[in-house]
Nanobody, 122 residues
Framework: VQLQASGGGLVQAGGSLRLSCVAS????????MGWFRQAPGAEREFVAA????????SYADSVLGRFSIPRENAKNTVYLQMDTLKPEDAAVYYC????????????????WGQGTQVTVSS
């Protein structure tokens, strides 16, 4: 499966942004999906994940209550809705697909998108 992430940009602290990740292929609904991010000089870290059915989600503690990860299987798309953004949320955001139900581990994800930059001004 190929993944195309988009929706990044510049936003002020406290603002919102929605990232999209569109998958190619007909088997999107068989993959758990995740979002990860990587700030300059830092390791890539888990942000959020959702099961293939959308009934199970998980979040990093740092984004819990501010971010959500809905998906629309009919559109082969998973989103990352980011609210109340903070300067520390600035990073390149990556979407990824796993054959597991959900996972917070990078090694669980086989397919990765190209990344989209999110910048948060204070």
């Amino acid at each position: 499966v190929q993944l195309q992430a988009s929706g990044g940009g510049l936003v002020q602290a406290g603002g919102s942004l929605r990232l999209s990740c569109v998958a190619s292929g007909r088997t999107f609904n068989q993959y758990g999906m995740g979002w990860f991010r990587q700030a300059p000089g830092a390791e890539r870290e888990f942000v959020a994940a959702i099961s293939w059915s959308g009934t199970s989600t998980s979040y990093a503690d740092s984004v819990l209550g501010r971010f959500s990860i809905p998906r629309e299987n009919a559109k082969n798309t998973v989103y990352l809705q980011m609210d109340t953004l903070k300067p520390e949320d600035a990073a390149v955001y990556y979407c990824a697909a796993t054959t597991m139900k959900t996972s917070a581990r990078l090694s669980s994800y086989r397919y990765w998108g190209q990344g989209t930059q999110v910048t948060v001004s204070s």
